[in-house]
């Protein structure tokens, strides 16, 4: 009898023993991680002030790549939230939701989940550093509180090694994925950036290799607009529509890249060389001759692209297009791929190095068109 009572009192001593230890540990616990990027600093709070591109911030989906995402509320900013679910234990139930958001300053997510504790926070948090304040220091921190809860507070003692990892791992794989963004703070860009519906169109068509030395890309877009109005006049047709300039590749001596003039049939009125799908576009016989002419009758398919406008000279096109870029890898849009981009000529040839010359920029994107209603 008189071990069972040693043994009583040893076990009680022991409890007691956890309860002072648990009552001394602290009742919430906090970790951080930080990386350094040399992307521009709105750039980097737009890529987190969201949930387009959460699997590149965040591990779940590395964890289990069959995680359900549910979005709700606003695409960006306070009240964006997003629900996930998963039958791995690791991850569970529960959800993300922006509850605080300072453009350049800091995000804060309030986080869900089934593991112990509660108040759960991420905070991101940016800070201009390096050479000159070029770069910029993101710092994630957790934070969750256990209260009263003592097996909590024990649990606790081990946040940086489990939240800690899945911290350091996020933030990998977000300057992974900055990385590919190109190094333009889209966010100061005078123009609206959009999303638009790139109607079906008939054209001409040429493709052109021009060399960049002495005016080679005027000379050889002079030469075959001359080419394509003797085909316009030739078929009875009328110009629908600005010159539109697809890229194909740009390089350091020579720009090759394709001419597509809209045309309609000239007793049709303005406006019937698009349509919303290529079924739907007027048939026309084009009349093609002369020798050297390279000019041929198409219909292009219709697209969903980024869309901005641009005044200014002619080659800032390419930085123009690279904006739209980085705007919509940030937003998650899928990018068409090893695509540069076209751009419709608002101004005749002799006028697109002006400064006040005018066009609009498109990027094309991998969305099915949306039908017109």
């Known amino acids: 009898m008189a071990r069972f009572l040693e043994f009583l009192v040893a076990i009680l001593l022991v409890a007691l023993l956890g309860v002072a230890v648990g009552l001394a540990l602290p ?13 521009p600093i709105n750039v980097a709070f737009d890529m987190l002030n969201g949930f387009q591109r959460f699997n590149d911030w965040n591990t779940m989906r590395l964890v289990d790549p069959n995680v359900k995402f549910t979005l709700s509320g606003p695409a960006s900013g306070v009240g964006a939230k997003l629900a996930f679910s998963s039958t791995n234990p ?18 804060v997510f309030r986080v869900e989940d089934e593991a112990l504790g509660h108040n759960k926070t991420m905070r991101f948090t940016f ?21 009263w809860n003592l097996i909590g507070r024990y649990a606790g003692m081990y946040v940086a090694t489990s939240a800690g990892k899945r911290l350091e791992n996020g933030l990998r794989l977000f300057s992974n994925a900055m990385a590919g963004v190109p190094r333009i703070d889209y966010t100061i860009y005078e123009h609206p950036l959009q999303v ?65 003039q809209p045309v309609r049939d000239a007793e049709a009125p303005e406006g019937s060389s698009r349509a919303a799908t290529v079924a739907e576009l007027p048939v026309l016989e084009a009349t093609i001759a002369g020798e050297g002419n390279q000019v041929v009758f198409t219909q292009t398919a219709p697209m969903t692209a980024a869309n901005t406008k641009w005044v200014g000279p002619a080659p800032g096109l390419q930085r123009v297009r690279d904006t739209l870029r980085a705007w919509a890898m940030v937003r998650g849009f899928p990018i068409e791929p090893n695509v540069q981009g076209f751009d419709d000529y608002s101004v005749a040839i002799p006028e697109m190095l002006n400064p006040d010359a005018e066009f609009q920029a498109f990027l094309p994107l991998r969305i099915e068109p949306t039908p017109a209603q």
Not at 231 to 236: E, K, L, Q
């Open 127 to 147: 800070e201009r550093t390096g050479r000159n304040q070029r770069n910029v220091e993101v710092t994630k921190r957790y934070r969750v509180e256990y209260g």
């Open 196 to 260: 638009v519906q790139v109607p079906a169109m008939n054209a001409l068509k040429v493709e052109v290799t021009a060399p960049l030395a002495n005016d080679g890309f005027a000379i050889s877009l002079s030469n075959q607009l001359q080419w394509m109005e003797r085909v316009v006049d030739a078929s009875g047709f009328a110009k629908d529509g600005p010159l539109r300039i697809v890229t194909i590749e740009r390089g350091s001596e020579t720009y090759v890249f394709t001419m597509l």
């Open 90 to 107: 690791t991850i569970g139930s529960g959800s993300w939701e922006i509850v605080e958001s300072v453009p350049g300053e800091k995000i």
């Open 27 to 39: 009742s919430y616990r906090t970790h951080a991680h930080s990386i350094e990027t040399n992307r």
